[in-house]
């Protein structure tokens, strides 16, 4: 593992962490920020990001342990912040974003802290530019951009083609509802896909990325993994660097990773090797992936992708033609016909906003069988 140092490399620190007990969490948690010497504007308004899975809890090792995010409520309390929790779950039920922040325990920790939960899904979106040629814009939920701190706490998990779940994958989950899942179908290949993360993380810019790597999934991201003992927590004030230490703790070669690849090509990271490391990674030997072949191009339009979308339909009955839906809607999927209203599909990027302004619950989920089925196994592999 490395051990040079430089004035402007980039710092990643490791802080040795055995448990999940929280005053030893916290204490990790805090040693972590402390020797970045990353600063708190007092009574900033912090909005952190969890990585919440459907919801799993927090022993199956898929998330993000509730006591780093308390441990971090304590530093942003003491700065007297205002604390916002936001996470919004891929396949989507309404409510389930909501259900996942209490099986994840990070509710309670939450109310412990005055902190607020919410669900992206729920927000506004506004839309930003991408510097993607296939994908020119994006659609963001407003309130990342109009926090004065986004603090991005990932779970370090390995994942079959883009290798590493971390601290970069981590942001994409600031995309609404089904919107995430169709990305992954629009997108070509996997290094596509990793340029949409990172575009991402450049758009919002956390100021800080924290990784739960005290247990970490091998064969994730999914709870079918393995949990290992890394006995480690994590920190940087950039993302990609983070990623690049991770990856070489679990053994596993940064030029494989696609998102690690096109990061160092944006100049988000100098090289792998130009990262000064503040404390001692563990090495563990992960499962060797499969490995990826990154041109792969995927067929967006087969039957088996678009039976894995989730479709809305309008209740014309219950429809009462207020145009909530149609002035909520980002990207205009929903006109205006007679007295009435519909829903153009192709338009329809699956962010769910409509669900939560129509005030007669007039706008339904209609997942289709592939869809309820995935469901099925990750309720499953969850048992």
């Known amino acids: 593992m490395r051990k040079s140092k430089g004035a402007d490399m980039e710092k990643v620190s490791v802080v040795e962490c055995n448990s999940y007990i929280t005053e030893e969490v916290c204490s990790a948690v805090a040693e972590a920020v402390y020797r970045l010497d990353f600063t708190i504007p007092r009574n900033s308004t912090v909005l952190i990001k969890p990585n919440i899975m459907s919801q799993n ?86 309130i990342l951009l109009k926090a004065d701190m986004v603090i991005n706490v990932c779970k370090l998990k390995s994942h079959g083609s883009l290798r590493l779940s971390g601290a970069v994958k981590n942001m994409f989950g600031c995309l609404p509802g089904g919107y995430k899942q169709k ?80 990061a ?26 499969v490995k990826a072949n990154l041109e792969k191009p995927i067929n967006k339009n087969s039957a088996l992708i678009k039976h894995t979308y989730v479709d809305l339909e309008i209740n014309q009955e219950k429809c009462t033609g207020c145009k909530k839906c149609v002035h909520a809607c980002p990207v205009g999927a929903i006109a205006t016909e007679g007295d009435k209203v519909k829903l153009d599909q192709e338009k329809c990027i699956s962010c769910y906003y409509c669900l939560h302004v129509c005030p007669v619950n007039a706008i339904l989920i209609k997942p289709t069988m592939m869809n309820r089925l995935i469901r099925f196994g990750r309720f499953l592999s969850g048992l």
């Open 57 to 142: 809890t927090p022993r199956q090792g898929t998330i993000t342990h509730f006591s780093l995010i308390e441990g971090l409520c304590r530093i942003l309390q003491e700065h007297g912040c205002t604390i916002i929790i936001g996470e919004s779950i891929s396949f989507y039920q309404k409510g389930m974003t909501r259900k996942a922040f209490k099986t994840s325990e990070i509710d309670k920790v939450a109310e412990k802290y005055g902190a607020k939960c919410i669900a992206f899904e729920e927000e506004p979106l506004v839309k930003v530019d991408t510097g993607l040629t296939w994908m020119k814009e994006l659609y963001l939920p407003e």
């Open 183 to 262: 990305i992954h179908t629009w997108s070509r290949n996997e290094l596509e896909l990793a340029d949409v993360f990172l575009d991402i993380n450049e758009i919002v810019k956390p100021a800080l990325s924290i990784m739960d790597a005290i247990d970490s999934l091998d064969g994730g991201p999914s709870s079918l993994g393995k949990l290992v003992d890394t006995c480690r927590i994590l920190a940087s004030t950039n993302a990609a660097a983070l990623d690049v230490v991770a990856t070489e703790m679990i053994d596993y070669k940064n030029e494989e990773s696609p998102i690690l690849v096109q």
């Open 264 to 289: 160092l090509k944006r100049g988000m990271i100098k090289s792998f090797d130009d990262i000064e490391v503040l404390g001692e990674p563990k090495k563990v030997l992960f499962k060797k992936p």
